[in-house]
C-alpha cells in the first residue's frame, strides 16, 4: 500500500537515485585516492535531476515521472560506464539490466521495451565514442554492440512478459478481494467464522454485546452436541436471528446473523391493524345494537319527565337523560372509529376547513380559546366533515393541555409536494413512555374519555393517504402535526 504524506513510494525511489550513484561511484575508486572530478560532476547530476523529480511529482503523473527518472538514469549509467575507466568494457554495464528489471516493475511491459531500446541506443553511442577515442575496430564495435544490444532486448522483453505476469496476478487478487472480504464486509447479514478451540477466524460483526452472544454460541455449538442451531437474539430493540453449521471436513464453525427488526416492526403493524380491524367492525356492530334500545330509553325518558309532577323525580330524570346523552356521544364514537374511511372527496380549501372547524370548537369551548394562525393555502382531496372533526379534535386536546393565557398555534405550509398543518399547544405535554401509545384506540389521559378521539383522528388521516406525528416535551407543550397530498 503506498504511504500517506511526503514519504511516498515515488518519493522514495526519487531520494534513492542519487544516494547510489554515489555509493557506486565513492566505492568504485581506491580508498585513500583523489575521487576524480567527473565523478562529483556525476554526483552532483543525480541530485540536480533528484530535485527536478521531487517537484515534478506534484505536476505530472506518476507514469511521467517514473519514465523521466528512468531516461535520466540511462544517462548516468553512460556516464559512470565512460568514467570509471574500463569504458565500455566496465562491469558497470550491466546496471542497463538492473536498470531494465527495475523499470518493468514501476512501468510494465511498455516501459521494459522502452528502458531497454533506450539503453541499446545510449551503449551504442559510447561505443562510438569510444572507438574514436581508442581506434578500436569497426568489426569490435559492432561484436560488442551486438552481444551487449541483445542481451538488453532480451532482458527486456522477459523483465517485461514477468512484469506483465506479475500486474495481471496483482489485479486479479485486488478482484478476488472485492469480491469475497470487500463483499462479505459489506453484507447486510453478519458473518463469523470460529474454530474449533473458540478462536474467531474471521467476522464482520462489529464489536460488542452482539458479537459476544453469537461468538459464544458457536463455541458451545461446537464443543456440545445438544445447542440449536439456530437462535433468536434481542438486543438495544433490535431483533436478530442467529443460524450456525459447522464447516464440512474441519473442526471450524460458519454462523450468519440476520437482522429482522424491520420485518418484526412490519409484523407487529400488520397484528395491530388486523385486530384494528377487528375492533371497528365489532364497535360498529356493538353501537348499531345498542344505538336503537339507547334512543327508545332516551324518548321514553322524555315523556316522562314531561308529564310527572314530582320535582325530586324529575331531578333523577334529567341525570338519566344526560347520561343517555353521554352514552349516545360515546356509541358516535364506536361509530366513527368503525367507519373512517371518508365518503366522498372533494377539492377543499385548507383555510376553509380550518375555519370550519374552529367555528364548531367556539360553539363548544366559547369565547376562552385564544388561536394564533400562520396560514399558508393549499389544496386538498377530502372529506370536509371528516377533516374537520379531526382538526376539531386535535384543537379541542389542545385548549384542554394549554394554560388559560397561552394561545394555540395553528400552522399550515407546503413542503416537497405536501401540505402540513401543525398544531401547537404549550401545556404540559406528554410523557415520553406514554407518546408511542397515543394513537392506540382506548388509549386516554383524559377522565371520563373512551380513548377513541386519536385512534379515529389517525384512521381518518390515513384514509386520506396522509399522516400524522406527534412531537411533544414535558413542561413545554406538543406539535401535532399532520401531513397530506396535495391536490
Known amino acids: 500500500m503506498q504511504k500517506s504524506g511526503f514519504f511516498t513510494k515515488k518519493t522514495g525511489l526519487i531520494i534513492l537515485h542519487p544516494l547510489v550513484v554515489a555509493f557506486l561511484l565513492v566505492s568504485s575508486y581506491p580508498i585513500f585516492h583523489t575521487i576524480p572530478l567527473q565523478f562529483w560532476y556525476i554526483i552532483i547530476a543525480s541530485f540536480v535531476l533528484a530535485a527536478i523529480a521531487l517537484i515534478m511529482q506534484s505536476l505530472v503523473t506518476e507514469t511521467v515521472l517514473y519514465y523521466y527518472l528512468f531516461i535520466a538514469d540511462i544517462g548516468l549509467i ?13 562491469m558497470f554495464v550491466l546496471l542497463y539490466m538492473l536498470l531494465i528489471i527495475i523499470s518493468s516493475f514501476y512501468l510494465y511491459r511498455t516501459g521494459s521495451y522502452v528502458v531497454s531500446l533506450g539503453s541499446v541506443l545510449f551503449f551504442l553511442l559510447l561505443l562510438l565514442i569510444e572507438s574514436r577515442e581508442t581506434g578500436n575496430a569497426t568489426q569490435v564495435v559492432a561484436y560488442r554492440f551486438y552481444i551487449f544490444g541483445l542481451l538488453f532486448l532480451l532482458t527486456g522483453i522477459l523483465s517485461g512478459m514477468l512484469s ?48 459476544a452472544q453469537v461468538h459464544l454460541h458457536i463455541a458451545k455449538y461446537l464443543s456440545e452436541s445438544n445447542i440449536p442451531q439456530s437462535i433468536e437474539l434481542k438486543t438495544n430493540d433490535r431483533y436478530y436471528v442467529f443460524t450456525c453449521a459447522r464447516i464440512s471436513k474441519t473442526q471450524a464453525g460458519l454462523g450468519i446473523l440476520q437482522d429482522y427488526t424491520e420485518i418484526k416492526k412490519l409484523e407487529e403493524q400488520s397484528r395491530i391493524a388486523q385486530q384494528t380491524k377487528l375492533l371497528a367492525e365489532l364497535s360498529g356492530s356493538l353501537a348499531h345494537e345498542i344505538r336503537n334500545p339507547l334512543s327508545s330509553i332516551r324518548g321514553s325518558l322524555e315523556v316522562i319527565r314531561e308529564a310527572e309532577e314530582n320535582e325530586e323525580a324529575k331531578h333523577f330524570i334529567n341525570m338519566a337523560l344526560k347520561e343517555t346523552i353521554r352514552l349516545n356521544e360515546i356509541v358516535t364514537d364506536f361509530l366513527s372509529f368503525s367507519q373512517f374511511v371518508p365518503k366522498k372527496k372533494n377539492r377543499l380549501s385548507i383555510k376553509e376547513v380550518i375555519s370550519e372547524a374552529l367555528l364548531d370548537v367556539m360553539q363548544r369551548i366559547g369565547e376562552g380559546l385564544k388561536i394564533k394562525r400562520d396560514d399558508d393555502e393549499f389544496y386538498i382531496l377530502g372529506d370536509m366533515n371528516k377533516l374537520k372533526s379531526c382538526l376539531v379534535n386535535l384543537v379541542i386536546n389542545a385548549y384542554e393541555a394549554s394554560d388559560t393565557d397561552t394561545p394555540i398555534e395553528i400552522t399550515t405550509r407546503k413542503e416537497k409536494g405536501k401540505g402540513i398543518i401543525e398544531i401547537r399547544d404549550h401545556g404540559k405535554g406528554i410523557p415520553e413512555g406514554l407518546r408511542e401509545r397515543i394513537f392506540s384506540p382506548f388509549f386516554t389521559m383524559k377522565k371520563g374519555g373512551t380513548g377513541l378521539g386519536l385512534a379515529i383522528t389517525k384512521n381518518i388521516i390515513e384514509a386520506h393517504e396522509g399522516t400524522i406525528q406527534l412531537i411533544s416535551k414535558e413542561d413545554v407543550g406538543s406539535t401535532f402535526t399532520i401531513i397530506l397530498p396535495l391536490a
Open 78 to 90: 553512460g556516464a559512470i560506464v565512460h568514467f570509471t575507466g574500463g569504458g565500455t568494457e566496465s
Open 164 to 211: 506483465e505476469r506479475y500486474r495481471k496476478h496483482s489485479e486479479e487478487a485486488v478482484r478476488l478481494r472485492i469480491t469475497t472480504e470487500e463483499i462479505i464486509k459489506n453484507l447486510p447479514s453478519g458473518i463469523i467464522t470460529v474454530a474449533g478451540d473458540g478462536t474467531i477466524l474471521y467476522t464482520n460483526i462489529p464489536e460488542g454485546e452482539v458479537q
